[in-house]
């Protein structure tokens, strides 16, 4: 079989491009030197840094569910740690009781806290003041035990945590506007 010499040339070239590199740009000593741009560094925030801005937030109460878990994996002691989670609740929506994506935060956070320092709590399920005695107990084991399910998921062992329901009877917020409705419908957690 005879291959064409254009054919042959063709590949030639190809492989020639392939395997070649540019050649150094001649130097000019009568051009003028630019330097090259300046690159300022990114800054570097430590540990201590960002706990110390978690502590300040949780301080000022501007710590979200989102910052919880790192702030709380960042604390120096069981005490710090504790003085973090306090005042988080899991709240839900309406009849449910089914822990909101945005609320995770927080399951993740005590999470953390039992893993790191083998405590005990005691989740405790509210509800708002909609519906009988009854059906609200029922909500709030619902909510407890959920949030209990996902601190499992998480790698708390179930001895670690008890699920209660106190229903309407421990509001958090006086009233019946959609404020205060939204306020008692959560989990709290109480460290033994």
């Keep these: 079989m005879k291959k064409s010499p254009f ?9 020639a491009a392939c395997a070649s590199t540019p050649a150094p740009a001649p130097i000019d000593n009568n051009a003028a030197i630019t330097p090259a741009p300046s690159v300022t560094p ?8 960002a706990q110390a801005d978690s502590t300040a937030a949780a301080r000022t109460g501007k710590l979200s569910a989102a910052q919880l878990a790192a ?6 002691d069981a005490r710090s740690a504790q003085a973090l989670l306090s005042g ?4 839900f929506d309406f009849n449910q009781s089914v822990v909101k994506d945005e609320q995770r935060g927080v399951v993740e956070g005590n999470a953390v806290y039992l893993n790191r320092f083998n405590g005990k709590v005691l ?10 005695r009854e059906y609200n107990l029922a909500l709030g084991q619902r909510r407890a035990e959920s949030v209990k399910q996902s601190l499992e998921v998480l790698g708390v062992k179930p001895t670690q945590v008890e699920a209660v329901s106190f229903g309407k009877e421990k509001p958090r917020a006086a009233g019946n506007d959609e404020a205060a409705n939204a306020e008692n419908r959560r989990a709290d957690f109480v460290y033994q």
């Excluded at 800054?43 to 201590?48: M, Q």
């Excluded at 702030?71 to 120096?76: G, I, N, Q």
């Excluded at 989740?123 to 009988?132: E, F, I, K, W, Y």
């Design 42 to 49: 990114a800054p570097v925030i430590s540990t201590v840094d």
């Design 123 to 132: 989740v405790q399920g509210n509800t708002d003041a909609v519906g009988s």
């Design 88 to 91: 988080h609740s899991v709240y």
């Design 71 to 76: 702030a709380v994996k960042a604390a120096p």
């Design 7 to 15: 054919i042959i040339a063709i590949a030639a070239a190809l492989l």
